[in-house]
C-alpha cells in the first residue's frame, strides 16, 4: 500500500493538519472569549496606589449595586467580591453578541503593608469602586531626627 493510497489520493503534508489545528483553536478560543464570565477568576481590572500613609484600590465594575459589593480587610490582605450583573433580557430574546462580564468576582490582593480596617473608605462613582486603606498610626514610617553630640 502506497502513501496515495492511504491518505486518499494525497501526500500526507504535517503542516496542513497544523494549520488546520490552529484554525480549530483559534475558532475554540474565540468562541469562549465572546461571553467572558468572572465566577471564581480573575475579576475586573485593578489598579493599586501606594504612598507613606494610605493605598489606593480602584477596580472597573460599570453596572453593579455597590450596596452588593463586599470589602474585607484582615491585616495586609483585602478582597473585593460582588456581582455582575446583566441587563435584563426579554424571554425570547437571544444575544447577537455578547462581550460584557457578568457573574461574580473576587479579588484578593496582597497589599504591601498591614491596614487599618477602621480607616478603611469604599465609594462608587461612573463605573469604578475605590477603596482607600489607611496605614494604622504605629505602623506609619517616622523620621528620627540625629542628635549631635
Request: charged share 25%; aromatic share 6%; net charge neutral.
Amino acid at each position: 500500500m502506497n502513501l496515495l493510497s492511504r491518505f486518499g489520493g494525497r501526500l500526507w503534508d504535517p503542516w496542513r493538519e497544523i494549520g488546520q489545528l490552529q484554525h480549530e483553536m483559534g475558532r475554540l478560543l474565540n468562541s469562549a472569549r465572546s461571553v467572558p464570565v468572572h465566577e471564581g477568576h480573575e475579576g475586573p481590572p485593578v489598579n493599586v496606589y501606594t504612598n507613606d500613609n494610605d493605598i489606593l484600590i480602584s477596580l472597573e465594575v460599570p453596572g453593579i449595586d455597590p450596596s452588593l459589593v463586599d470589602v474585607t480587610v484582615a491585616g495586609s490582605l483585602v478582597t473585593l467580591a460582588g456581582k455582575l450583573g446583566g441587563e435584563g433580557v426579554e424571554e425570547g430574546t437571544g444575544f447577537h453578541r455578547r462581550e460584557r462580564p457578568v457573574g461574580q468576582f473576587s479579588r484578593r490582593l496582597q497589599l504591601p503593608f498591614e491596614v487599618d480596617p477602621s480607616k478603611t473608605e469604599a465609594t462608587y462613582e461612573q463605573g469604578v469602586l475605590s477603596v482607600k486603606l489607611s496605614r494604622p498610626e504605629s505602623a506609619k514610617p517616622r523620621r528620627i531626627t540625629v542628635k549631635a553630640s
